[in-house]
C-alpha cells in the first residue's frame, strides 16, 4: 500500500509526526479492505506506526500497536512466518525495553 510505504519513507526521514499521520490515514483505509482489521497491510502499517511511537518516546503506545500487528500476523501466516518471527523478536526487545525503564 503506498500510504505504508511513505509513512515508512518519512519514518526512514525522521519526520515521526508526519510518519504517524500517514499510517493513521493508511490505518482507516485498510479497514475497509476485505480483511479489514485483520488485513496483513493493516498489521504492516502498525509496525510502522510502533517504529514511530517508540523514537519518540512512547513506548506503551507503541507496545500496543506491535502487539496488535502480530496478533494479525500470527492469524493470518502463523507464527512462523518471517513476518511474524520479525513482529515477535521486536516485542520482546520493547517489553525488556518497558520493564528495564526506571
Do not use: W
Amino acid at each position: 500500500m503506498a500510504y505504508r510505504e511513505l509513512g515508512y519513507c518519512l519514518y526512514k526521514q525522521k519526520k515521526y509526526e508526519e510518519s504517524e499521520a500517514v499510517c493513521k490515514e493508511a490505518l482507516e483505509i485498510t479497514e475497509k479492505l476485505p480483511l479489514g482489521r485483520e488485513d496483513p497491510d493493516r498489521a504492516r502499517t502498525l509496525y510502522i506506526l510502533s517504529l514511530c511511537c517508540k523514537a519518540t518516546g512512547r513506548l506503551q503506545e507503541a507496545l500496543s500497536a506491535l502487539e496488535e500487528a502480530n496478533k494479525i500476523m500470527k492469524n493470518q501466516y502463523g507464527s512462523a512466518h518471517n513476518e511474524t518471527l520479525k513482529m515477535t523478536s521486536c516485542l520482546t526487545v520493547l517489553r525488556k525495553k518497558l520493564h528495564s525503564k526506571p
